[in-house]
């Protein structure tokens, strides 16, 4: 269960391209895609999905590998298991799984909290990741390669297919790339409406999923705020707006000014009055 799509598409009158998808994939290549640091990505958090949900999820659909490698010296397996080799090694991973499940529901009635109960689950988790960029030659040279893991190499090509068959928004002068906010939205109200309701919905990944297509905006403007007050800022970092120089960085972003970097202090949070009001100012300031 590996899959891409675009959930915001724009581009510059200078051509620079900005995107966002959204990714499904196992929880087991998460930390190869967190060490490409041009990418701004909100997760899927152990931290914030109920156990029960987790139990559910790695038990109904467990992430599995696509390629069964035979065992050889280097990072990459060019030879894959035959099929009775493939069939005893998925029965033992799954009976690892059961066991798993059995002892994370033993803790749970213990009354262990979710973000340590949910960590001994994580083998057999999907990741719900969104992630935005400008620059996508670096990611696609090594993990669209034959020495990349095959599970990173599908998402990659995916990620590729979908951007290929997407055509961007072109913005103009006052407009912004906010993933998670449609057309009516967008126009309803200043910048700063569609922007509070991206970086709350990119935030929501963390802990629900987007495919119910439930909306409550009075509780993503709220979501908005906390977020801004408590210093969570890679929300922030989705929502852009092209710059007059197309070759111009702006945090991870190129050609496009990225929001986070517009706000005071958003690097280095201070817990104190000050900052939070200047950062709650900024906030409500017209963009």
């Given at each position: 269960?590996?899959?891409?799509?675009?959930?915001?598409?724009?581009?510059?009158?200078?051509?620079?391209?900005?995107?966002?998808?959204?990714?499904?994939?196992?929880?087991?290549?998460?930390?190869?895609?967190?060490?490409h640091?041009?990418?701004?990505?909100?997760?899927?958090?152990?931290?914030a999905?109920?156990?029960?949900?987790?139990l559910?999820?790695?038990?109904?659909?467990p992430?599995?590998?696509?390629?069964?490698?035979?065992?050889?010296?280097?990072?990459?397996a060019?030879?894959?298991?035959?099929?009775?080799?493939k069939?005893?090694?998925?029965k033992?991973?799954?009976l690892l799984?059961?066991?798993?499940?059995?002892?994370?529901?033993?803790?749970?009635?213990?009354?262990?909290?979710?973000q340590?109960?949910?960590?001994?689950?994580?083998?057999?988790?999907?990741?719900?990741?969104?992630?935005?960029a400008?620059?996508?030659?670096?990611?696609?040279a090594?993990?669209?390669?034959k020495?990349a893991?095959p599970?990173?190499?599908?998402?990659?090509?995916?990620?590729?297919?979908?951007?290929?068959k997407?055509?961007?928004?072109?913005?103009?002068?006052?407009?912004?790339?906010?993933?998670?906010?449609?057309?009516?939205?967008?126009?309803?109200?200043?910048?700063?409406?569609?922007?509070?309701?991206?970086?709350?919905?990119?935030?929501?990944v963390?802990?629900k999923?987007?495919?119910?297509?439930l909306?409550?905006?009075?509780?993503?403007?709220s979501?908005?705020d906390?977020?801004?007050?408590s210093?969570?800022?890679?929300?922030?970092?989705h929502?852009?707006r092209?710059?007059?120089?197309?070759?111009?960085?702006s945090g991870?972003?190129r050609?496009?000014e990225?929001?986070?970097?517009?706000?005071?202090?958003?690097?280095?949070?201070?817990?104190?009055?000050?900052?939070?009001?200047?950062?709650l100012?900024?906030s409500?300031?017209?963009?």
């Open positions: 269960m590996i899959s891409a799509s675009v959930v915001a598409d724009s581009a510059s009158a200078s051509g620079r391209r900005i995107t966002t998808l959204s990714l499904k994939y196992p929880r087991f290549i998460h930390s190869e895609l967190m060490t640091r041009l990418f701004s990505r909100n997760a899927a958090s152990s931290r999905i109920p156990v029960a949900r987790m559910a999820d790695v038990t109904e659909e992430a599995l590998p696509i390629y069964w490698g035979k065992n050889q010296k280097g990072m990459a060019e030879e894959e298991l035959n099929e009775e080799e069939a005893k090694v998925l033992t991973i799954l799984r059961d066991v798993s499940v059995k002892m994370v529901e033993s803790l749970n009635d213990i009354g262990l909290h979710k340590t109960a949910n960590r001994y689950l994580e083998p057999w988790q999907h990741m719900a990741t969104v992630v935005t400008t620059e996508w030659a670096n990611f696609k090594l993990r669209i390669n020495k893991q599970e990173f190499k599908e998402l990659a090509v995916q990620m590729q297919e979908a951007m290929l997407s055509n961007p928004r072109i913005l103009h002068a006052g407009e912004w790339h906010t993933p998670y906010v449609g057309d009516e939205e967008r126009t309803r109200g200043d910048n700063h409406y569609a922007i509070k309701l991206s970086v709350a919905r990119c935030a929501r963390s802990y999923s987007h495919e119910t297509g909306v409550d905006v009075p509780a993503d403007l979501r908005f906390a977020l801004l007050a210093g969570h800022m890679s929300p922030f970092e929502q852009a092209p710059l007059e120089d197309p070759m111009e960085w991870n972003f050609g496009f990225q929001y986070r970097k517009m706000i005071p202090g958003e690097a280095i949070f201070d817990e104190g009055e000050g900052m939070t009001s200047a950062r100012h900024w409500n300031t017209k963009l």
